[in-house]
């Protein structure tokens, strides 16, 4: 899992408190009932809250390869999403009402718990993020909300029941951006409920060895959020802050072979290998 944090000056970068702005965790998910029952054991260990180790490395190679590996967080089987939220991505996910962008993203092959946890911080974001606006009074916010798909390389709108791919386009200002895409001014966080619900829907979910409910594609969710002080309200742009945070929820990483998908599934891991290996 990867967070990313990036602001337009030191400022933005003083105000998160922090230098860093690449902060990469590891979840480890626990076995699932399938897995247990074939007797099957987890080949990882996690030692500490920062360092990893694999418990059965080939005895050849041994000696190649490293057994242990250190994060800015390590996450064990028996840590919940709250606390992954909290240690690995609050920070980052609260930095889009300071006017900072950033973006949290789950990377893993099918199975390993990408959605599980990306739905979990999304929640937990939106309510942190609707908790801050609360006890701000002092601020005007707007909050806009998209959502896209990336399936067999066409881009695709989750608020959309038309599956027609969209363009991508390069606009000089706000470099890449993707034609016709809907951007739901949302009403209050019940209605962002609604929408999520609706991205979650119309998401494509095919079936692999390992997830009877495996996302097949690439989420982005985006919430960009405005803000102005009401005491500067009608006066140009005094204060104002704009940022967006994006959370994205990767395709699985595995190989196709490994994965047992077959046709457009099959095509997709092909395509994304291409992509990779080019
Ligand atoms: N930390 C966890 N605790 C309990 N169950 C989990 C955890 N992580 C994942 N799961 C369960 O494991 C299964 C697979 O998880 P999930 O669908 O999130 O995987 P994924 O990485 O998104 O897979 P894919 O790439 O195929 O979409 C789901 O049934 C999910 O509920």
Avoid at 47 to 64: M, S
Avoid at 227 to 235: C, D, E, F, I, Q
Wanted: hydrophobic letters at 35%; aromatic letters at 6%.
């Amino acid at each position: 899992m990867g967070a990313a944090a990036a602001g337009d000056d030191e400022l933005s970068a003083a105000i998160a408190g922090k230098t860093e702005r690449i902060l990469v965790s590891v979840r480890v998910r626990p076995l699932n009932a399938k897995e247990i029952e074939i007797g099957d054991s987890s080949d990882w260990d996690c030692t500490n809250g920062t360092t990893i180790v694999f418990k059965h490395p080939p005895p050849g190679e041994r000696a190649l390869f490293p057994t242990s590996y250190t994060y800015d967080r390590v996450f064990g089987k028996d840590i919940g999403t709250r606390q992954v939220y909290e240690l690995g991505a609050r920070e980052v996910a609260l930095s889009v009402v300071r006017g900072i962008n950033s973006s949290i993203f789950a990377y893993g092959q099918t199975s390993s718990g990408k959605t599980y946890t990306m739905t979990g911080i999304t929640e937990f974001s939106v309510a942190d993020i609707y908790n801050y606006i609360k006890k701000h009074a002092d601020r005007e916010f707007t909050l806009k909300f998209s959502a896209m798909e990336i399936y067999n390389e066409a881009v695709r709108d989750l608020l959309s029941t038309d599956s027609t791919p969209l363009r991508l386009l390069d606009d000089p200002e706000k470099g890449t951006i993707v034609e016709k895409l809907i951007e739901e001014t949302l009403r209050d966080q019940d209605h962002l409920r609604e929408l999520l619900s609706i991205c979650a829907a119309q998401r494509q979910i095919g079936e692999t060895n390992l997830n009877e409910m495996s996302s097949r594609s690439h989420q982005i969710l985006r919430l960009t959020i405005e803000s102005s002080p009401k005491v500067y309200a009608g006066r140009d742009g005094s204060g104002a802050l704009i940022a967006c945070v994006n959370f994205v929820d990767l395709a699985g990483s595995e190989r196709a072979s490994q994965a047992m998908s077959a046709g457009v599934r099959l095509k997709l891991n092909t395509q994304e290998r291409e992509c990779i290996s080019s």
